[in-house]
């Protein structure tokens, strides 16, 4: 059986030459560098109050041009949830950037790099947390920005061909914790007792995705609150999932192994809300400072279903499964590492934690009788000049997960992926062997097959065996695998009734594909000799990769 592990593969597209200067002459701990990627392929990184957006995709052109544009003036510090990067129509070359300082000054990019718009959002003394779109029409886009107390702000974007583009805000009153004319007033006139506890951690727009009447979720330390923007105008419910977890987790646990449960980050996941959450137990043990702390990090999904024999009521349910680290990662720097955790959700049926020294990856997390874990312990990739950062790991700038994959970006390794493969796979491979294989693309077309009593040819099957091995050099696991499955299972049906001509047909299409197969890896070797010691030898005749794993 195969064992996998992560593999850090960087995009073949390198940083541009300003951003790579900068980040050379940028020492991080003093400077405030944060990035992000786009679904539209665009990769944001911020560096204290400027900013640079390039594309991350391969090009013919090689090295990719950075556009640098200045944010607003602030005197705290930007994060990449105060940008929004958007398409105004349906040409992607023509990108729109807008921009929120953390004071509400907002500044409009109708075309990255022209002239930005200036405009000013009242916040009554607030602090803008994130702005994200929400929505968009032939001429109209309109964005939900949210302040660090949870309240909402509608900003539209107006433009249209014989108009110049018009940006309107407005306060959006939504009433209960963290909104309304009333909770503003009292935070402009005494101010709020109460910050720290309602500071929110993310706000998700979940329109669409859970129930007909949910449009949005702010996350706080201890509960979801979920809001209706569009039809109600207000506070839908609350959930103490800190509660939740409590009565969960310790259920049939003793006294002394209960722990107290907070959110640490959250992303919209099928049909609930995904959930990263620490389970604190104070130790017996006593420092010469204070109690040591037991610290344990879980994987939540929450979930609402209608009861049916009471339609206004919802079935509230939350799993736990707890996330198994490395002893050297739960035992030193957690502190650090929770306040820079950010949880993924490339798939339906994995998740992934990216903290700023390494990665856990979660498979199953639903079914704890298949639930498995990966663990990238350090940032390491070939891409890195410096033997410290060979040993020690690359610099994390941020992650995000798009196109199915979870994405780094690393101040030396640039734009990665996350990858799930056999532990000696060679990440280089089909860039070695591209255009081998494109001549012997051509001669497979051609490629006939003897049984010892009759001529035949497989048609079809043999480009299908090939297209599965294109995908699987190309890291593209699942497809792969799709392919195999689907080849297969019509090798089988296509026998027909009769047990005996399918059974023969079947045995001449194995023979026909494992002859394939063999002058498949001949041709690579003959051309691609690999030295009599290499370990992968012997590995690749003791293994078997199983669909179980893969």
């Known amino acids: 059986m195969t064992d996998l592990k992560l593999f850090i593969d960087p995009y073949e597209t390198p940083y541009p030459s300003t951003v790579r200067e900068l980040l050379n002459d940028t020492d991080k701990k003093k400077a405030n560098i944060c990035a992000t990627v786009t679904p539209l392929g665009r990769c944001l990184l911020i560096c204290n109050n400027h900013i640079y957006v390039w594309s991350f995709m391969k090009s013919e052109s ?11 003036t602030t005197g705290l510090k930007y994060s990449v949830q105060l940008v929004c990067l958007f398409n105004k129509s349906q040409a992607p070359k023509y990108m729109s950037l807008l921009a929120i300082s953390p004071e509400g000054h907002l500044r409009y990019w109708s075309e990255l790099g022209k002239q930005p718009r200036n405009e000013q959002c009242l916040l009554n003394n607030e602090v803008a947390h994130s702005i994200q779109q929400i929505n968009s029409q032939e001429n109209v886009h309109r964005f939900l920005l949210t302040t660090t107390t949870g309240s909402f702000h509608i900003i539209d974007l107006f433009h249209g061909l014989d108009q110049p583009d018009r940006l309107a805000t407005r306060p959006l009153d939504v009433g209960g914790p963290g909104g309304g004319i009333g909770h503003r007033m009292s935070l402009l006139l005494f101010g709020s007792l109460t910050a720290e506890k309602e500071r929110i951690l993310k706000t998700i727009f979940v329109h669409g995705k859970m129930s007909p009447r949910l449009d949005v979720v702010n996350v706080l330390r201890r509960c979801l609150r979920f809001y209706s923007i569009f039809d109600q105008k207000a506070l839908d419910h609350e959930v103490d999932i800190a509660d939740l977890a409590l009565i969960r987790f310790n259920k049939n646990c003793p006294r002394s192994e209960r722990r107290h449960f907070s959110i640490v980050d959250a992303v919209q996941h099928l049909n609930g809300i995904l959930m990263l959450l620490v389970g604190e137990k104070k130790s017996n043990e006593v420092s010469a400072r204070d109690y040591l702390v037991d610290r344990k990090l879980f994987i939540g999904f929450y979930e609402e279903k209608v009861d049916k024999d009471a339609i206004q009521r919802n079935l509230r349910t939350l799993q736990l499964t707890e996330i198994e680290l490395p002893e050297s990662s739960s035992a030193v720097g957690m502190d650090k590492r929770l306040q820079t955790a950010q949880l993924l959700s490339p798939s339906t049926d994995e998740c992934c934690v990216a903290f700023y020294d390494s990665f856990v990856l979660i498979r199953h997390y639903t079914a704890k009788s298949r639930v498995s874990f990966l663990t990238l312990e350090s940032y390491a990739t070939n891409n890195t000049k410096s033997p410290i950062r060979q040993y020690t790991g690359d610099t994390f700038f941020g992650s ?9 970006v690393l101040k030396d390794g640039g734009v990665c992926t996350v990858q799930r493969l056999p532990s000696h796979y060679d990440l280089t491979f089909w860039k070695k062997v591209f255009i081998k294989f494109s001549k012997f693309n051509t001669l497979i077309s051609t490629k006939k097959f003897y049984d010892t009593q009759e001529k035949f040819t497989v048609t079809g099957s043999e480009h299908r065996l090939k297209d599965a091995f294109v995908e699987f050099c190309a890291k593209n696991i ?8 689907d080849m297969l299972n019509d090798m089988q049906s296509s026998g027909g009734s009769d047990t005996a001509s399918a059974s023969h047909q079947q045995e001449k299409h194995y023979d026909g594909l494992s002859e394939l197969a063999v002058d498949l890896l001949l041709y690579f070797l003959d051309r691609q000799p690999m030295a009599k010691e290499d370990e992968r030898w012997g590995f690749v005749s003791d293994s078997l990769i199983t669909n179980g794993f893969i």
């Not at 090689?62 to 607003?72: C, D, V, W, Y």
């Not at 995000?400 to 780094?408: C, N, P, Q, V």
């Not at 699942?478 to 499955?485: A, D, E, G, I």
């Open 62 to 72: 090689g090295i990719p041009n950075a556009t640098h544009m200045e944010l607003p």
């Open 400 to 408: 995000a997960a798009i196109h199915g994959s979870a994405h780094l």
């Open 478 to 485: 699942k497809q792969s695998k799709k392919l195999l499955r």
